[in-house]
C-alpha cells in the first residue's frame, strides 16, 4: 500500500469539478475529489480537487491515443523488463508523490507552490495551483495523511509522437484513495468535515511524461483527473 467510478463526465486530461466557498457541505458536496483528485480535495475533506483551471498551461493536455489495456488491476505490480512495465512503474510512483506533496502543501504554507510542478503539469498543476492558493488565502488547513489504497492502472501507450499537441507517453491510473485520517480546519480551527462524509473514493487520473526524449523515467507528472462514481474499495 503507498501512501502519499464510472466517468463524471469529464473528459481525460481536464481538471476534476472545483469546489467552490470554504463551508461544511462543500468538503461533503466533493467527497470523490482529492484536491481535485484533481485530484485535490476530496469530498470530505479537500482531497486533491484542483480549483478552476484557469489561466494558460505551458503544456497542451496529453492526448489519448491507441493504448494496451492493463488485464487486471494491480497496485503496482513489479516490472518485468518492457517500456510499458517501466512506463507504469514510474507513473505509479509519480501518483503517490503527487498525494504526498499536495498534502504537504495543504498542511504547511510555508512550503512553495513552486514545488507543484515536481508533480503535476499541464491543466492539473493550473488546476492544483489555483486551489491551494485559495485555500491558503482563505486560511484552511489540511491535518493527516491522504493514503492511497489501491491503483488500477486502465492504458499505457509510449506514443511520443508529437508533444506540442499532447501526444506524449502517459499511463491512466485509477487510484482509490482513503482519508479517514484527514481533517480540515478552517481559519479559526474548526474543523470542515461532515461528521457523514465519505472516507474513501476513487480518482482517475492521467499522469504524462512530456520530458519522455530526455527523460523517460523521472518525467513522469499527473496531468490531469476526475473522479469517478463508483464503490469505494474497501482494501
Not at 506540442?164 to 479517514?180: A, F, L
Amino acid at each position: 500500500m503507498v501512501e502519499g467510478g464510472d466517468l463524471g463526465g469529464t473528459a481525460i486530461g481536464a481538471p476534476l469539478t472545483p469546489l467552490s466557498g470554504p463551508s461544511p457541505g462543500r468538503w461533503m458536496d466533493s467527497a470523490m475529489t482529492k484536491f481535485s483528485g484533481t485530484f485535490s480535495v476530496a469530498t470530505a475533506v479537500f482531497l486533491l480537487a484542483a480549483a478552476t483551471a484557469c489561466g494558460s498551461d505551458s503544456d497542451p493536455d496529453p492526448t489519448p491515443t491507441a493504448a494496451a489495456n492493463a488485464s487486471s488491476p494491480s497496485t503496482a505490480a513489479p516490472a518485468t523488463g518492457t517500456p510499458e512495465d517501466a512506463a507504469t512503474s514510474a507513473a505509479e510512483g509519480a501518483v503517490g508523490d503527487y498525494y504526498a506533496l499536495t498534502d504537504l502543501l495543504l498542511q504547511d504554507d510555508t512550503v512553495s507552490l513552486d514545488r507543484l510542478d515536481e508533480v503535476a503539469i499541464s491543466t492539473q498543476l493550473s488546476a492544483q495551483e489555483n486551489f491551494l492558493t485559495g485555500e491558503r488565502a482563505a486560511g484552511t488547513q489540511q491535518r493527516g495523511d491522504t493514503v492511497i489504497v489501491e491503483t488500477k492502472v486502465q492504458s499505457v501507450s509510449l506514443d511520443n509522437s508529437d508533444p506540442k499537441t499532447g501526444r506524449v507517453p502517459s499511463v491512466t491510473i485509477d487510484v482509490c484513495w482513503d482519508v479517514s485520517e484527514v481533517d480540515v480546519l478552517d481559519a479559526s480551527g474548526t474543523s470542515m468535515v461532515a461528521s457523514d462524509r465519505p472516507d474513501r473514493g476513487w480518482t482517475r487520473l492521467t499522469v504524462a511524461n512530456y520530458a519522455w526524449d530526455t527523460d523517460p523515467e523521472a518525467g513522469w507528472r499527473v496531468a490531469g483527473g476526475q473522479d469517478l462514481e463508483k464503490t469505494p474499495c474497501t482494501g
